[in-house]
């Protein structure tokens, strides 16, 4: 018990990590509650029960919202040090990179913007920024996921030349489970992808089709994904040490 409460603590002390805690009991609580909700008819408590969740689940959102007003500034050192991806060795592999910070840092001021609109601080209308944000961001993840099935298509390469030759520096453990990872990105990014297209204007493919129950479903499942992907990096990282 007391090594699971100290690794929650740990978790909650990093930026990233409480994001990736909010993030799971926001998408948590619109799975419940959005499931309880249904039930109207057949009890009433649980759908007080289920409204009081989902009411819980927009507070959540809205307050990653407003931490991500601090993000800017990290997404452009980031991009800076990036920048046009000369380390990279495969042509492909760099320009999507590129491509995928280019949305990633026009996100955050569009949805900046809404948020301000919102809370009217500014006099414009939110509607035209909520749409142009969830469009980058929905670029943003179909850009993640061609660039995992790239890191896949070149990890499996380096795989078979390292079962059929010497292996170089390459040991197929390590190559394998950095395949699993990139497998992990891809299952992550379609299924916030499948919410992003959710929130996209009426009529583009399944805009607005999807009850709440199953946006929290998609998100809690990606939230997960979040959180084992941050503990086996903390595990590989305190074995390395």
């Known amino acids: 018990m007391q090594p699971s409460v100290e690794s929650l603590v740990r978790l909650l002390e990093s930026y990233r990590g409480r994001d990736k805690v909010i993030r799971t009991a926001c998408y948590g ?10 039930r109207a008819e057949a009890d009433n408590s649980s759908h007080r029960l289920g409204k009081r969740l989902l009411l819980f689940s927009a507070q959540l959102s809205h307050c990653r919202t407003v931490l991500r007003l601090f993000d800017d500034l990290s997404m452009l050192a980031y991009s800076k040090s990036y920048g046009f991806g000369g380390k990279e060795e495969d042509a492909g592999l760099r320009w999507l990179s590129v491509l995928n910070n280019v949305a990633d840092q026009l996100y955050y001021p569009c949805e900046h913007i809404a948020w301000a609109a919102d809370a009217e601080l500014i006099r414009v209308k939110s509607d035209k920024w909520w749409v142009l944000s969830t469009v980058l961001w929905g670029s943003s993840l179909l850009l993640a996921i061609l660039r995992s099935l790239r890191v896949l298509m070149l990890l ?7 079962e059929s030759d010497d292996g170089g520096n390459s040991s197929p453990s390590q190559l394998r489970r950095q395949m699993r990872g990139e497998i992990l990105n891809i299952l992550s990014s379609t299924v916030d992808l499948s919410n992003a297209v959710h929130w996209m204007p009426p009529g583009f493919l399944w805009a607005g089709r999807f009850p709440p129950w199953l946006v929290g479903l998609m998100g809690t499942i990606s939230s997960l994904v979040g959180l084992i992907q941050m503990n086996t990096g903390d595990s590989e990282e305190t074995d390395s040490t």
């Open 29 to 38: 609580s619109q799975l419940v509650g959005g499931a309880l909700s249904r």
């Open 156 to 162: 499996k390469k380096t795989l078979n030349r390292c």
